[in-house]
């Protein structure tokens, strides 16, 4: 499996869902690197969204066998794997209570056939002893699992434990996967993902990852995503890119709604790499030691009507601390925008109707003058756009010139921003300065020698020629912007004037906060 890495960007550098609601932080640390918030119920008067707290109330499966279901004994080491083997596909497969186990060799998994179901009763446990790689693998498409919990595999880095292959079709429900090493499932096409705990694992909850073809019609809804990256990898392996509460590759049409993110280590959600037409609301996401939410060289996105609080604070905090002046936001898009010409329900990245409160930094839109087709600092291991059909054809002389000057980058475009509340206390949050930042900006083009992007082009482009725009939001506390690059800090009223004309109808109550 690949890898693929991210860095925020140093400018410089050429590789660079009972209620829970909030109150709002200008923003430097004034508090240790180790302050973090955690998701508890608390009061405000801005927002308020029902969370699914699957995790501690988990539904309980069936008592008795479904009609004309295989009875699987948890007695009898590998019962499971062994009737799945003699058994002919659409099987039903219920699960007795107590701890299941397989035979002691780390390739001793389940392999479903098609149309297989799996029903855990009240109890069922599944259960890998540190020992087995993988609870479930192959290539057979529509598998069920519901009722069930997976603990205790260990599955290699970027590999998963459920779904192991990218299987299409396969329906996740009511379970629990959790205290398993690397990505507690992976993911394929028209995969859904429901009122699910996705919990302590140690990559990622779910990697959403095909090998083999893009990822289509993925839904993930209703479900308690928490405690992830107990490996915390992006330390082991600096820059990885290769953690997240949910982690999206090539995704094609997603539905991201209803769930409780929270508490993860590293970012809530990440999409990365030609990601298209996700659909983003009705989320609780907070508390996460990174951004909350990350898109990254992707396209055409809806993301309204969230819950984003107390996010980034690790992260952001660590990153103002050791001197760094980038806007570490809380959410982050990064070389990423709409694309008319990528099909979707949208052809914009439209962020509206969201809550954000006490996070550390607000939105940032990015671009790496540096980051595009070919280029040896496109850290998506030599990916290209979707409007680019031959990588190679991303080289001097034509990449200088229509169209593939603008098609071999990915484009931060297209971005509105609107009717959102920002709320920012900094006796919440801890914090005196750069955690009070909203930014559109992007570095100076040097890298590599060839490029056709040198000099500021492209910071002028996604701040005054890109449609980027911020309109008829809510500002409560000291907030500050960054335009261009991060060395430009602007106040409100800079930031409303010529020639960055941002946020036509929106208020700014700097005493509020708090």
């Known amino acids: 499996m690949r890898i693929k890495r991210l860095h925020w960007a140093l400018a410089a550098a050429p590789l660079t869902l009972a209620l829970l609601t909030a109150t709002g932080c200008d923003s430097t640390s004034s508090a240790p690197a180790t302050t973090k918030p955690t998701a508890a119920p608390s009061t405000s008067t801005s927002a308020a969204r029902s969370v699914a707290r699957v995790c501690a109330n988990p539904a309980a499966g069936p008592a008795k066998a479904p009609a ?14 062994a009737k799945t083997k003699k058994s002919p596909p659409n099987t039903t497969f219920w699960l007795k209570p107590g701890t299941h ?31 087995n790689q993988y609870a479930f693998t192959g290539n057979a498409a529509d598998v069920t699992i519901r009722y069930l919990t997976v603990r205790g595999f260990v599955a290699p880095q970027d590999e998963g434990v459920v779904n192991h292959d990218s299987a299409d079709g396969w329906v996740i429900e009511h379970s629990t996967i959790k205290d398993n090493s690397g990505a507690g499932l992976m993911a394929g096409a028209r995969q859904q993902v429901r009122a699910d705990c996705l919990r302590d694992n140690g990559q990622y ?11 289509t019609g993925l839904v993930v809804e209703g479900n308690e995503i928490t405690g992830n990256n107990t490996g915390d990898w992006e330390r082991r392996k600096e820059g990885c890119g290769c953690t997240g509460g949910i982690k999206f590759w090539e995704v094609d049409g997603a539905e991201i709604s209803g769930n409780w993110v929270h ?100 939105i940032t839109l990015w671009e790496n003058a540096d980051r595009f087709c070919n280029s040896p600092a496109n850290t998506s291991s030599g990916d290209c756009t979707l409007l680019v059909k031959k990588t190679s054809t991303c080289v001097r002389p034509a990449i200088a010139k229509a169209p593939l000057y603008s098609d071999c980058r990915w484009k931060t475009q297209r971005v509105d921003i609107h009717d959102n509340r920002f709320v920012l206390d900094e006796s919440v949050v801890k914090c005196t300065e750069m955690c009070d930042r909203m930014a559109v900006l992007s570095n100076y083009g040097t890298y590599p020698d060839w490029s056709p992007y040198k000099g500021e082009q492209v910071a002028d482009a996604i701040t005054e020629k ?13 907030w500050k912007f960054d335009a261009e690059d991060q060395s430009r800090v602007l106040d409100f009223g800079q930031w409303q004037a010529a020639p960055y004309l941002q946020d036509k109808g929106s208020t700014l109550d700097l005493q509020a906060g708090g």
């Open 205 to 215: 909850g779910m990697n959403a990852y095909k090998g083999n073809g893009r990822i």
């Open 101 to 131: 186990k397989l035979e002691r060799d780390r390739y001793a998994q389940v392999i479903p056939k098609k149309g297989d179901h799996y029903i855990g009763a009240p109890g069922a446990v599944f259960d890998g002893r540190k020992v």
């Open 466 to 478: 890109q449609h980027n725009r911020w309109h008829d939001n809510v500002y409560v506390g000291p």
């Open 263 to 362: 508490d993860n280590r590293g970012a809530g959600l990440w999409a990365d790499t030609n990601n298209n037409d996700f659909r983003i609301e009705n989320n609780v996401i907070e508390a996460n030691d990174g951004a909350a939410l990350i898109y990254e060289t992707s396209y055409n996105a809806v993301i309204r009507d969230n819950t984003i609080r107390r996010n980034n604070w690790v992260e952001g905090r660590k990153a103002a601390d050791g001197g760094d002046n980038f806007p570490y936001a809380t959410v982050y898009l990064s070389e990423s925008g709409g694309e008319p010409r990528v099909k979707a329900r949208t052809d914009k990245i439209e962020i509206y109707r969201n809550v954000l409160e006490d996070n550390w930094s607000g």
């Open 68 to 81: 004309g279901a295989v009875t699987v004994d948890p007695k009898v080491v590998g019962d499971l794997a």
